[in-house]
Each structure stands twice: as structure tokens, then as C-alpha cells.
């Protein structure tokens, strides 16, 4: 079970420290996997905030090289320099406002992962694609087209945009689906079984109906992470969830 918790463009050093204080006596579990992905002025930072505890921390986006003329880009090489496990790639806010197409996402992911970096790529289809009956179709594209090779390591986000940030989320159905599907095309592709994580709206007032979904290994949460009483609400989530179903 993966905890992924996006901060977005939130949270600044002053809060980052208060959050990572209401950390240090909790009980974490090492059967729920932890990571947060700060703003990456604060990777560093956090990194060593939560030195301690078994969080692992990643970047939101990377740049498709190591080093270069590319002002204002984020380097993978310096993620992992810094101590980052994990990499967010192709999040629907980098498709629409950075205009990152699934080829570009694709280099990105792709040296990400030779940098070994675990890459989290984010999938997900608008609501008009979901009103009309093309979503599956139009995440298989998305996959097909930005998988990168030897993503044996790495996870897969759903993340319909249209229920990112609005309180609206698919119904049981329609997530369950959606995940075995992109796991069927994994499987396919790269012959390996890989965690897909959902993502969109996640609350604790939902968290554990999404659980409860069978083909859901985690959640990649943005707003309702950016409180530490909140995540670790949802962490607990978690932990109940693997405990009440016997998982270890
Ligand atoms: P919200 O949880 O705020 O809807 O954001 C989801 C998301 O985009 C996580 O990457």
C-alpha cells in the first residue's frame, strides 16, 4: 500500500517545519509506504526534516537530461543527488499549463528512471472523454505512448482530471475498471505487475470506500495532504484498511 501526498505549488518553509514536527511521534507502519513530494525549493529541506522517519521524499516533475542549458528545469540526476526515491511524471497540471505532450512525458520518465528514480506516472482522461466512453481508450494511449523501458520499479497514477481538486470522483466501478485495465497493459507491456495508485479528490470522507476498491494500491492526494493531522489520517486509513483485509 503507497501514501503519495502531492503538495502542489503549497507550503512553505515555515509550515513544511510545523507539519514534519506533528510527524515525529507517530507510529509509522512498514506495511504502508510513505512519500511526499514538496515544492522543489523545499526537497532538500524536507529530506532532512524527515531524515528519521520512513518517508520518502520525491519531486513533482523532471527534465527529460541530466545537465544542460535548460534554465528554470529540474535536473533527475539532482533529484537523486539530493535524496529523492521518487519522481512524479506527467501530471495533468504539467500537461495543461507546461504543454507536456505523452513524448516529452516519455523522456522525462525515461531518464528518470535510468537515474534510478522510481517514476510515478500520472494518467487520466478530461470529463468529456469520460461522458462519451473514450476514457479507457484514451488512458491506454497515454500509457502506450510514455511508458518508458525498464519501468519494472515504478507505479502508475490515475488521475481523471476532471475530479482533481473539484470533490468529484469516479464510482467504484469506473476506478476498479480503469486500474485492472492499466494493469492488464502493463502486464502486457512489461511484463511485470506494478502498483496503481489512485488519485483525484482523495479526503478522509473517501478514503476508505477507495480502499476498499480491489485493484487500488494507494492514493496520490493532493489537497487533503497538506495537513499533517489529515495525511496521517489517511496513512491510518491505510494501515486499518491492510489490517482488517489481512494483507501484510
Ligand atoms: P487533489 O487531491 O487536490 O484533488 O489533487 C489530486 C492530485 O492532483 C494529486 O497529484
Not at 108 to 118: E, F, G, I, P, W
Not at 179 to 207: D, F, P, R, W
Amino acid at each position: 500500500m503507497f501514501i503519495a501526498a502531492n503538495w502542489k505549488m503549497n507550503l512553505d518553509k515555515r509550515l513544511i517545519l510545523e507539519f514534519s514536527n506533528n510527524l515525529n511521534d507517530f507510529k509509522f507502519s512498514n506495511q504502508v509506504e510513505a512519500c511526499i513530494f514538496p515544492p522543489m525549493t523545499y526537497v532538500d529541506y524536507l529530506n532532512q526534516l524527515v531524515s528519521k522517519l520512513p518517508i520518502s521524499v520525491g519531486g513533482q516533475n523532471c527534465h527529460y537530461k541530466n545537465f544542460g542549458a535548460f534554465t528554470g528545469e529540474v535536473s533527475p540526476k539532482f533529484l537523486q543527488d539530493t535524496g529523492c526515491e521518487y519522481v512524479i511524471v506527467g501530471h495533468s497540471e504539467r500537461r495543461t499549463f507546461n504543454n507536456e505532450n505523452n513524448n516529452e512525458i516519455k523522456l522525462r520518465a525515461q531518464s528518470a528512471v535510468d537515474t534510478n528514480l522510481k517514476v510515478i506516472l500520472c494518467v487520466g482522461e478530461n470529463l468529456s472523454d469520460r461522458k462519451n466512453g473514450h476514457a479507457s481508450e484514451f488512458v491506454e494511449k497515454q500509457l502506450l505512448e510514455c511508458l518508458p523501458n525498464n519501468f519494472e520499479n515504478s507505479l502508475i497514477a490515475y488521475e481523471p482530471i476532471w475530479s482533481i481538486g473539484t470533490g468529484r470522483i469516479p464510482n467504484y466501478y469506473e476506478i476498479n475498471e480503469m486500474h485492472e485495465n492499466i494493469k492488464k497493459i502493463i502486464l502486457q507491456t512489461i511484463n511485470k505487475e506494478i502498483k496503481v495508485l489512485y488519485g483525484g479528490s482523495v479526503n478522509l470522507a473517501n478514503i476508505n470506500n477507495i480502499l476498499d476498491i480491489p485493484n487500488v494500491d494507494g492514493v496520490l492526494v493532493g489537497g487533503a495532504s497538506l495537513k499533517a493531522k489529515d495525511f496521517l489520517a489517511i496513512y491510518t486509513a491505510a494501515v486499518k484498511h491492510l489490517q482488517k483485509n489481512h494483507i501484510t
